[in-house]
């Protein structure tokens, strides 16, 4: 039998980074239906889903920037890589039958809808799949703070931060072979510590609002889900 969801509405960030593979940039269109597959099994279970997709894997603003170039039209850039993958995502979702919409904070009606608090509840609460594009609309932001943003506009539960690993670490497990994970950490911890899991402004956003954040590895099939129902391998973040 399944178990109940612990939550009814979660905000899924993925970086674009995710969407990548082991490609060096771009879309794995695969690894793209994988993810997508695992939010439609998530919705499958009731669970309420907004997605913010990160734009890294196509473009950042600082590499304009660190090239002497205009950081804002360099972020612009970046933005828009944002909305390439999620409507890529959009479109693996779609595959699988599930109804999804994607919402830019940057207007282009042409291909998508405008972000607007009032449409991506009512979409929610319709059953849709939410994917939240172009970030916060501003530079000098990142997709991890549109993450902690539209996790409080939607009034969700729980923001999910899917990472290359599954949960926060004392130190990189990749670089450092007894880094130990962490089970559970506050919002201040994160934040005193200093470790890198989303930005700054992100992580004091979520305190502000008491949003936990669920840290855990989005290349594990069935992590996502596994995690709604009370069990997998993850870091909570908490008041
Ligand atoms: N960006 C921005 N404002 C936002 C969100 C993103 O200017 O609110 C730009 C910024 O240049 C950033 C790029 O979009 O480098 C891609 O976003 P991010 O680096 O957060 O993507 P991720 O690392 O999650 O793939």
Redesign the pocket.
Known sequence: MTAEPMFKRVLL?A???ALMGSQGFGIDVAVADRIASDIADARRMGVEVGVV?????I????AVASKGGDRVT??????L??VINALALATSLRKLGIDTVVLS?IAMPEICESFSQRAASHHLSQGRVVIFA?????????????AALRAAEIGAQAIFKGTQVDGIYSADPKKVLDATRFDRLTHDEVLQKGLAVMDVAAVALARENHIPIVVFSIHEKGGFCDILQGGGRMTIVTD
């Not at 997709?53 to 894997?57: A, C, I, L």
């Not at 172009?134 to 549109?146: C, E, M």
Request: no cysteine; aromatic share 8%; proline share 3%.
């Open positions: 960030k970086s674009g980074e997709v990160g734009g890294g894997n473009f950042r603003g600082v360099g972020d612009h850039m970046g933005m890589a944002t904070a172009g970030g916060t609309g501003n530079p000098f932001f990142t997709t991890d703070s549109a």
